[in-house]
């Protein structure tokens, strides 16, 4: 039989074609055979001329419409796959769009019962390259339909059965890509599935499918991690191998997929086997492919990838240099000869190993190729970019860090959002993207300051952590970063959940990469930076030692020379500098000078962190002067503030702690240089007050000025102090409770710090600055409360928006500062609606709230102070207010700071008068107040005899010297004076001081005594006080029988004097009962137990029934329009927190800022018998006047019942328990 040449087909159909010109009958026959045997040519040679020839001929062909049914059908099928082809080389849609036109008449001329399956297989591919192009969900869904219906005609040929076959797990998986529903790529594998049973072994179809079929198993196995479909993945591709072995026609292709398995594999499961068998099949599968064929891409771009694997994993300069040859060459391959989309992929690739040059290398022009690669890719890729971005991302991120430029930062950003909004639903990937952006975040926060950039940057890494499928390998990375993110916010607030939640997911990632896991130094390095943090928070040295040690670990796994080995070098010298600060050890500081001069010398003095590595080895060197005294190493360490204060930009948020830093080595040079110091304390001025760092480096810039003032009785120092206290209101503001708020000021440096402020301006000579630092600095939680229920009426008049949206501000902060703190436990997180996840997403919520609360309440205070007249609008008054305090008697401030105690009385008519009080110190104070409240359990007599130590060494160092002041200034014996004590001193009964001597009289016999916590409660106090009616004032007694004996005869007592009583007894006195009476009642008497909670001084409280209780907080929450006077005989009630003394936060002070304007209530433990009989002597005086009762009478008439107990021999602790607090 004679064998026809194909090229002679084609010729004998060109020949019949040229004798049948047009108008010629049999032309359309002989176009569609010449075109179709032109088509078949171009399929096997790539002739490009015949494949033009071949459209143009199918093209006039199918423009005839009455040509017999059969002869329509092949010309219209022809041309529609000449288009169709066309499309795939050119890309023009118009091609694409004809192409379906063609195929769907196709479609309408077939006659019932013909086989449609050729046509709507071609159907289905059309709209699948549309959809590919243009990704609308139309085309998708056209695909499927019209590849399903291809499935369901019965096969002619197995080809044709396996392209329908293919078609419908295409489109499947196309939907899967888009939707990422389940199901979808579920229909891919199962329908490849029954492709691969149609063909047998031997089938040439067979290693086709099951390039497919692998692909889909692998996909299913990224998205849902069940290990059988990787397993059954791997069996697929060694059977491909054996189909194919060596000297097989697609050996190499069966090599190239079976190495990109283990490639997949190894990112998987981590092992190195994995790896090196991938690369070698690889490097097999290209040296069977001639350079220039474009078969060759594939192996290059496992190849370049694999290879950056393994210098990821074993840090060998050859591997990445590979990586990167391997790239360009699979660029350049897609280049030659290939379309632009081809090129994409190699792009993105070569990015990210032009990367992981830089990383290990330094070298900026490795960062710029690698940027401009994925820059390339981006736009070739289309809305499947979403991984380049990532890696842009990466770069930009990696560019600030060398040139600080925050525009890369914001750049890095919109790639991170870009990546997210393209990337497909159900990408296994994404959680790497909000890991990545939560990063930049992370950035963004430190550069900038802004807290909302931390608030997403815990977000983002909450979302990327409850994305990571179980047991992913790249769990590590977002753990890790929340586990930063989280320890930054600590070390800011102090949020205790977040140092826990920290902490365990710093032990989390170091279980998740054990001993030789390729990322063991980052986790070791992120368990430190947490240590690190909680170090600097808690001043815990555990942290330290811990952080130490973590550093430690961490050095010698990073390549020598390295940019990240010189980071680790730089953490462990400045960890050893923290150390010895504690220790002393000069050890330590010897070894962190070397450290850090070893991480100086290897930092790129173009890297983001060369000026912070020279400023902290100016600190260590600057401390190692003070140790050595040798002038050099304080020139070398200025030296190196010097270039740091070069590179640092002015608006870096570290700049704070460069300036202090260099300040204070300026200071330490002996003699003091005149041309410096102003230099020096200039450059503290800065630090504290730079608006691009944060209140808490502000705060600490500021704390080193006062110190530095201090030391050098600097004029600058009452500056420093005011900025100080300034600064401290804007830390408070960060905490959204009062008891958040209590808690911090427990911790600061400077407990008494107002004490402190106040002294320097008092050894200044500048007695009205120093009451009005007294005033700025104390009592600052109830003076905030106070401020968000400052009377608006005079605003209101001039601006109605303002004064509403003041009033709705301060409401919202005052109902979360007024909350219970709510303390969650901290759970590893299931998933994204697990209870222990809900429970962190509420704490962010939370302080977000917080966060946004408080910089809308101050851009409307800010408002506010903008309006004519209002400048000074909740604003310490100015003592020429202030004075006004003393206009109905003298009030002695007591001033208790370490260097110095002073008292200052403001008395009417004449400037503040300074009584020194050489006697008074801390320690003394200290001493008496252990001694005083250490007696309070112990037995009568020596109760007694301490107390009265006590009193008398008040007598002695404070009150004597202030009596003897008031006498010479004329104030009348027996007239009120009001106490102002500060520090340690609000615990001590200033009050009943005396010498306690037969024939010598003591305090109370002299004066009338109250106190006020500051000048400006007691002005607040008397504003609005009323003439006393002409009825008597309802008064409330809230009573406790079932615990408290005497409180029956104490009621009956007060009730004999005059029936003007409303009682709540037992079972009717519950909290709500309570509290709702009290808003009704403008007096009160509270006889019932007192709690007094150290730890929790806001939740102390009244016992009522039954376990019922009114809190501090419950009463500073009450909104009591009639308050006007308060007994309260009952235990410690105003017993003062030993932590926060100046803070007042005791149950009388609670009743103040409610609107009692005066108060009398107890200091200790009170006598159950001393109800009764004090109460009727008090209400006695009250209601002398049968019609009229006065709250200004209170002090008087306590002072008139101390003395009734005080003949009657009451034992000394028991009268002087009692204390009369406002008007």
Same mark, same amino acid.
């Given at each position: ?24 009958s049999e032309r359309p026959k002989n176009l569609i055979i010449a075109g179709s045997q032109l088509f078949a040519s171009y399929l096997r040679t790539g002739n490009s001329l015949a494949f033009s020839e071949a459209t143009r001929y199918s093209r006039e062909a199918a423009a005839f419409r009455t040509l017999p049914l059969p002869f329509q059908t092949a010309a219209c099928n022809l041309y529609g796959n000449c288009l169709v082809q066309r499309f795939k080389l050119q890309g023009q849609i118009p091609d694409l769009d004809e192409g379906i036109l063609c195929h769907r008449r196709v479609l309408a001329l077939r006659s019932k019962g013909h086989d449609p399956g050729l046509t709507l297989n071609a159907l289905a591919e059309a709209f699948i390259l549309r959809f590919e192009k243009l990704r609308r969900m139309e085309d998708l869904v056209m695909a499927i339909v019209y590849s399903r219906g291809g499935l369901t005609c019965p096969p002619p040929i197995l080809a044709v059965a396996l392209t329908a076959h293919e078609h419908v797990a295409t489109s499947s998986y196309l939907r899967f890509e888009l939707l990422g529903q389940g199901h979808d790529i579920a229909d891919a594998v199962e329908i490849t599935r029954r492709a691969l049973d149609l063909t047998r072994p031997g089938d040439d179809f067979r290693p086709w499918v099951l390039q497919k079929y692998i692909l889909y198993l692998e996909t299913h196995y990224q998205y849902f991690g069940q290990s059988k479909y990787l397993d ?280 998740? %990469? ?8 980052? %986790? ?78 290897? %930092? ?220 969650? $436990? ?94 008074? $110190? ?263 006047? $049968? ?37």
């Amino acid at each position: 039989m004679t064998t026809i040449n194909a090229d002679d087909l084609v010729a004998e159909s060109l020949r019949k074609l040229a004798l049948c010109p047009p108008g010629h009958s049999e032309r359309p026959k002989n176009l569609i055979i010449a075109g179709s045997q032109l088509f078949a040519s171009y399929l096997r040679t790539g002739n490009s001329l015949a494949f033009s020839e071949a459209t143009r001929y199918s093209r006039e062909a199918a423009a005839f419409r009455t040509l017999p049914l059969p002869f329509q059908t092949a010309a219209c099928n022809l041309y529609g796959n000449c288009l169709v082809q066309r499309f795939k080389l050119q890309g023009q849609i118009p091609d694409l769009d004809e192409g379906i036109l063609c195929h769907r008449r196709v479609l309408a001329l077939r006659s019932k019962g013909h086989d449609p399956g050729l046509t709507l297989n071609a159907l289905a591919e059309a709209f699948i390259l549309r959809f590919e192009k243009l990704r609308r969900m139309e085309d998708l869904v056209m695909a499927i339909v019209y590849s399903r219906g291809g499935l369901t005609c019965p096969p002619p040929i197995l080809a044709v059965a396996l392209t329908a076959h293919e078609h419908v797990a295409t489109s499947s998986y196309l939907r899967f890509e888009l939707l990422g529903q389940g199901h979808d790529i579920a229909d891919a594998v199962e329908i490849t599935r029954r492709a691969l049973d149609l063909t047998r072994p031997g089938d040439d179809f067979r290693p086709w499918v099951l390039q497919k079929y692998i692909l889909y198993l692998e996909t299913h196995y990224q998205y849902f991690g069940q290990s059988k479909y990787l397993d059954d993945a791997e069996n697929r591709c060694r059977e491909f191998i054996r189909l194919c072995p060596n000297g097989h026609l697609h050996h190499a292709l069966a090599s190239q997929t079976l190495g990109s398995h283990l490639l997949m594999q190894f990112q998987s499961h981590n092992n190195p086997d994995f790896l090196e068998e991938a690369i070698s099949l690889c490097e097999t599968s290209l040296r069977l492919q001639s350079p220039g064929d474009i078969n060759r891409h594939a192996p290059l771009k496992s190849l370049a990838i694999a290879t950056r694997l393994r210098f990821e994993m074993r840090k060998e300069e050859a591997d990445i240099q590979r990586s990167i040859e391997y790239g360009e060459e699979a660029l350049d391959l897609c280049r030659s000869g290939s379309t632009p989309y081809d090129s994409a992929d190699p792009l993105h690739t070569l990015g990210v190993s032009y990367m992981r040059r830089f990383e290990h290398c330094g070298e900026v022009d490795d960062l710029e190729k690698a940027l401009q690669h994925c820059l390339d890719a981006v736009p070739l890729l289309g809305s499947s970019a979403f991984l380049t971005l990532g890696n842009m991302l990466a770069i930009y991120r990696s560019r600030y860090y060398r040139l600080q430029d925050p525009n890369d930062l914001l750049e890095a950003e919109k790639c991170g959002l870009q990546a997210l909004d393209k990337s497909p639903k159900g990408d296994p990937g994404k959680f790497m993207t909000f890991a990545n952006l939560a990063g930049v975040m992370a950035d963004l926060f430190e550069h900038f300051g802004k807290m909302e950039y931390l608030e997403n940057a815990i977000s983002h890494g909450r979302k990327s952590l409850s994305l990571c499928p179980p047991s992913h390998p790249e769990e590590n990375l977002p753990t890790m970063n929340l586990a930063l993110m989280l320890s930054a916010r600590f070390e800011l607030f102090g949020e205790e959940n977040d140092r826990m939640e920290s902490h365990r997911l710093s032990s989390r990632a170091l279980a998740l %990469c054990p001993s030789g896991h390729p990322k063991r130094e980052r %986790c070791l390095r992120t368990a430190m930076v947490c240590s690190m943090r909680s170090w600097s928070q808690t001043r815990d040295i555990i942290y330290l030692e811990r952080a130490i040690r973590y550093a430690r670990d961490a050095l010698p796994l990073y390549s020598a020379g390295s940019i990240d080995h010189c980071k680790s070098q730089e953490y462990l010298g400045t960890l050893l500098h923290d150390r010895f600060l504690q220790s002393r050890q000069r050890s330590d500081l010897e070894e962190s000078i070397q450290l850090q001069q070893a991480a100086v010398a290897l %930092c790129p003095e173009s890297s983001y962190d060369h000026g912070m590595f020279q400023a902290n080895l100016g600190t260590a060197l600057s401390e190692l002067f003070e140790i050595s005294d040798d002038r050099t190493d304080l020139d070398t360490a200025i030296a190196h503030y010097s270039k740091a204060n070069q590179t640092i930009s002015p608006t870096h948020p570290s700049r704070p702690t460069l300036e202090s830093g260099l300040a204070l080595a300026y200071l330490k040079i002996t003699p003091t240089s005149e041309t410096l110091v102003p230099v020096a304390f200039s450059l503290l001025q800065s630090a504290s007050n730079n608006p691009s760092a944060n209140s808490h480096t502000q705060f600490n810039a500021a704390l080193r000025w006062v110190r530095a003032a201090r030391a050098h009785k600097h004029p600058s120092m009452i500056n420093a102090f005011s900025r100080l206290l300034a600064l401290l209101e804007l830390r408070l503001l960060t905490k959204e409770t009062v008891e958040a708020q209590q808690e911090f000021l427990r911790e600061i440096p400077f407990r008494l710090l107002a004490s402190e402020a106040a002294a320097s301006a008092i050894e200044d000579g500048r007695l009205d600055t120093a009451i009005e630092l007294l005033e700025q600095g104390r009592t600052m939680l109830w003076s905030r409360m106070r401020g968000y229920r400052h009377p608006i009426d005079d605003l209101r008049a001039v601006n109605t928006s303002l004064a509403d949206q003041f009033r709705t501000a301060s409401a919202e902060l005052e109902h979360t500062a007024l909350a219970l703190q709510q303390r969650f $436990t901290v759970f590893p997180p299931t998933s994204i609606n697990s209870p222990s996840q809900v429970s962190n997403i509420q704490i962010d919520s939370r302080l977000r709230d917080h966060r946004i609360l408080s910089e809308n309440w101050t851009r409307i205070l800010n408002d506010i102070r903008e309006v004519d007249g209002f400048a000074d609008f909740l604003r310490t008054p100015s003592f020429s207010t202030l004075r006004a305090v003393a206009s109905e008697g003298p009030v002695i401030l007591v001033n208790v700071a370490q260097g110095r105690c002073d008292a200052i009385i403001i008395h009417q008519g004449s400037s503040p008068h300074l009584v020194p009080l050489p006697e008074s $110190t801390t320690a003394l104070f200290d001493h008496l107040t252990t001694q005083l409240w250490d007696s309070s359990g112990s037995e009568h007599a020596h109760r007694v005899k301490q107390l009265t130590v006590v009193l008398r060494e008040l007598w002695r160092a404070v009150v004597h010297p202030v009596v003897e002041a008031l006498l010479s200034l004329k104030v009348e014996l027996t007239s009120r004076i009001w106490w102002c004590p500060t520090a340690q001193l609000c615990a001590l009964p200033v009050h009943a001081a005396g010498p306690y001597t037969a024939g010598q009289r003591n305090l109370p016999d002299l004066f009338v005594s109250s106190y006020t916590p500051t000048l400006n409660a007691l002005m607040t106090a008397r504003a609005g006080v009323l003439p006393a009616p002409n009825s008597l004032p309802r008064l409330l007694i809230i009573g406790q029988p079932q615990t408290l004996a005497t409180v029956e005869p104490e009621i009956e007592g007060i009730r004999t004097i005059d029936n003007f009583a409303d009682v709540l007894l037992g079972a009717q006195a519950t909290s709500d009962v309570v509290l709702s009476e009290l808003r009704t009642h403008s007096w009160i008497h509270f006889a019932c137990h007192g709690s007094r909670r150290h730890a929790e001084p806001f939740k102390s409280a009244f016992e009522l029934h039954d376990g019922n209780q009114v809190t501090v907080l419950d009463i500073a929450r009450a909104n009591l329009p009639c308050a006007e006077f308060a007994f309260l005989s009952a235990c410690h009630t105003a017993a003062p927190d030993i932590g926060t003394p100046d803070e007042f936060i005791t149950l009388a002070a609670a009743l103040q800022f409610a609107g009692f304007r005066g108060v009398v209530s107890t200091f200790w433990d009170m006598a159950d018998e001393d109800g009764p009989q004090t109460s009727r002597d008090f209400y006695s005086y009250m209601l002398r006047r $049968t019609t009229v009762a006065e709250s200004r009478d209170a002090a008087m008439a306590l002072n008139l019942a101390v003395r009734s107990m005080r003949k009657r021999n009451v034992p000394l602790y028991r009268w002087v328990n009692f204390i009369h607090i406002g008007i």
